[in-house]
């Protein structure tokens, strides 16, 4: 017999959060906050669009004053007429980015089952960081300002975006079995929120320099993120060589103090299983309805995500700092209904029936936020509630729903299939993300028109969910084991 000697958490912790040691919260942390600089960075660009909408539209004069010349020189950066053609164009680009993000994703998930997930990692964390950086921060310096370059760096920063979910997920997957999934995902899938915030704040704190220092201090901060991940990051309990993290069948585990012996049988150790097929990762049970569902869904989260800071302040004249800052509400309620709705799942042992209740009481809360009054306390206690019931279910599909489907039964034998997995259903749900954001550039004028919009598309998740509840041949597979203590 083959013994393994693993320090665990101290004798009073119970439940599943006493197989947990360092190298998981290492693993936790730096995934973690990987993400959370990422999505600060990509935060940036939605918190500014007022700044850039403004420094790519003519200066407004008095009608009587003689317009500058020669054009060449002092217009040089007037891309569009008038403010509505530069938002049109912000749009756009939100479009590029989500298609470009959406099919990066259905790509880096394969490449992620089969490469090293920390290369890949790294690899995109560091690359987006350094088109950030030229888009925002080197084009503002040499002012030069060209469409075609914007749309190319922003199809780039997309697919180069687009490898880092399916990797951290992966990642959580290897070192977080089944027990407690929900609650441990529902936590660390806060990350994307909690970027937003910390987006936010940094953004909103260096925007009185000029917006192309919002962008240098989230691509910097994002970068150093890239290199710290490369040297630091673990991929899997393989690595260390501890393998009771998997479940395994001929396993005993013997606590003595506040060590585990881990007694494993005399078999040779398996091979290491192979990827499987794009294809075959997409007939998997409840994939496609998962990503149906989480492409309506992110779409309506999305919709927050791009333009709720810019329809703040254009909408109830606030400044775009305190437009800002406000919007982070939001996303504090997408960490709470995260965090407990993943809690429920765990408790109830199904996640698609917490989810469907949670996407109805949704829509509630949009008509509400649609007569939200211009008060900002009453605007950050509505929205706070909105990101609960939709910024919740949002996470908790992007984590530990995909880390589920990843790790199904059907896939015994073949357990290279969390990147790829993870990379549909994110890749579809962006599809559905980029489908919307043109369209609500011709809304501008009212935040009311949007959510209505935004509360048809909001019907799209629970009909799909309710649909994986009622199907019985799908049913066993929402079935979340529960450890028993």
Same mark, same amino acid.
């Given at each position: ?8 958490m101290?004798s009073?912790c119970?439940?599943f ?5 360092h ?8 995934t973690?906050?990987?993400y959370?600089?990422?999505?600060a ?9 007022v ?7 003519p ?9 500058f010349s ?6 040089k950066n007037n891309?569009?007429?008038?403010s ?8 756009v680009?939100?479009?590029i ?8 994703l ?8 089969r ?10 964390l560091?690359?987006?960081a350094?088109?950030e ?7 503002e310096?040499l ?13 780039l ?5 687009s ?33 937003n915030?910390?987006g936010?704040?940094l ?6 320099y000029?917006?192309e ?9 994002q970068?150093?993120g890239?290199v710290?991940?490369f ?7 393989k690595e ?5 993290s998997?479940?395994?069948?001929g ?7 506040g060590y585990y012996?881990?007694q494993?049988?005399?078999e040779?150790?398996?091979?290491t ?15 496609l ?13 999305y ?10 302040s254009?909408?109830? !004249?606030?400044? $775009? /700092?305190?437009a ?7 996303? @504090?309620? +997408? %960490?709470?209904? *995260? ?12 996640r ?7 996407l109805l ?6 008509v509400?936020?649609?007569h ?8 950050a206690?509505?929205?706070?509630t909105?990101g609960f019931?939709i910024g ?5 599909i992007?984590?530990?729903?995909s880390?589920?489907? !990843?790790?199904? $039964? /059907? ?8 990147a790829? @997995?993870? +990379? %549909?259903?994110? *890749?579809t749900?962006s ?15 009212s ?12 019907a799209g998740?629970?009909?799909?969910l309710?649909s994986?509840i009622?199907?019985?041949k ?5 079935q979340?084991?529960?450890p028993?203590?």
């Amino acid at each position: 017999l083959s013994l393994l000697v693993t320090p665990v958490m101290s004798s009073p912790c119970c439940g599943f959060l006493a197989q947990y040691t360092h190298h998981h919260l290492v693993a936790f942390l730096l995934t973690f906050f990987s993400y959370v600089l990422l999505h600060a960075s990509r935060k940036t660009f939605s918190n500014v669009k007022v700044s850039i909408s403004a420094q790519w539209t003519p200066s407004v004069q008095n009608a009587s004053s003689p317009a500058f010349s020669p054009r060449e020189t002092w217009e040089k950066n007037n891309l569009f007429a008038d403010s509505d053609e530069a938002t049109l164009f912000l749009g756009v680009l939100d479009t590029i980015f989500l298609f470009s993000y959406a099919v990066g994703l259905y790509m880096s998930g394969v490449i992620g089952d089969r490469m090293n997930l920390r290369y890949v990692l790294s690899f995109g964390l560091c690359g987006s960081a350094i088109v950030e950086f030229v888009f925002g921060t080197l084009t503002e310096w040499l002012q030069f300002y060209n469409i075609y370059l914007y749309c190319g760096l922003w199809v780039l920063n997309g697919l180069l975006q687009s490898a880092v979910w399916p990797c951290v997920v992966a990642v959580m997957g290897n070192w977080f079995g089944k027990s407690g999934r929900g609650f441990v995902f529902g936590l660390w899938s806060a990350c994307a929120s909690v970027g937003n915030i910390l987006g936010a704040f940094l953004a909103s704190s260096v925007l009185k320099y000029g917006y192309e220092y919002a962008f240098l201090v989230t691509s910097v901060l994002q970068f150093a993120g890239g290199v710290v991940v490369f040297f630091g990051l673990l991929t899997s309990p393989k690595e260390v060589g501890e393998y009771w993290s998997e479940t395994k069948e001929g396993s005993e585990e013997v606590c003595d103090g506040g060590y585990y012996t881990i007694q494993q049988g005399d078999e040779e150790p398996r091979e290491t299983p192979k990827a499987i097929g794009f294809c075959q990762a997409f007939c998997l049970p409840g994939v496609l309805p998962y990503s149906l569902a989480y492409a309506c869904l992110k779409l309506v989260n999305y919709s927050f995500f791009f333009w709720l800071p810019f329809y703040l302040s254009r909408n109830f !004249g606030w400044k $775009e /700092a305190q437009a800002d800052r406000l919007s982070v509400w939001y996303d @504090v309620g +997408g %960490i709470i209904g *995260g965090t407990i709705q993943g809690l429920i799942s765990d408790c109830m042992g199904k996640r698609a029936p917490v989810l469907a209740v949670s996407l109805l009481l949704a829509m509630g809360a949009l008509v509400g936020y649609s007569h939200s009054p211009p008060d900002q306390v009453v605007n950050a206690a509505l929205l706070a509630t909105t990101g609960f019931f939709i910024g919740g279910p949002s996470n908790m599909i992007s984590s530990a729903i995909s880390a589920d489907l !990843g790790r199904q $039964e /059907a896939l015994r034998g073949s357990q290279e299939a969390l990147a790829t @997995v993870t +990379g %549909i259903v994110d *890749g579809t749900g962006s599809i559905g993300a980029a489908a919307g954001q043109v369209t609500h550039t011709r809304d501008r004028e009212s935040t009311h028109s949007l959510l209505q919009r935004l509360l048809r598309v909001g019907a799209g998740p629970s009909q799909c969910l309710w649909s994986e509840i009622g199907s019985s041949k799908q049913l066993s597979m929402i079935q979340i084991p529960l450890p028993v203590y």
